[in-house]
């Protein structure tokens, strides 16, 4: 799935929301890209919007909504 993530301004930031995104039981992995605020996650099972968005809003970043 992809995700619109606001606020990835560096490498670090990138780093950061794969680390945590990474942590979610079922999410075996993800790539940022701060050009695109795109996150792109591949998981083996399905995973709640819900908890995609708490873990990037605890990392500090903006969580603008699953695009496909
Ligand atoms: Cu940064």
Request: hydrophobic share 45%; charged share 30%.
């Amino acid at each position: 799935m992809k995700v619109k993530v606001n606020g990835m301004m560096c490498e670090h930031c990138e780093a950061r929301v794969k680390k945590v995104l990474e942590a979610v039981d079922g999410i075996e992995d993800v790539v940022a890209s701060r050009e695109e605020n795109m996150v792109t996650i591949t998981a083996s099972r399905a995973i709640d919007d819900a908890t995609i968005k708490a873990a990037i809003e605890e990392a500090g970043y903006g969580f603008a909504g699953v695009v496909g």
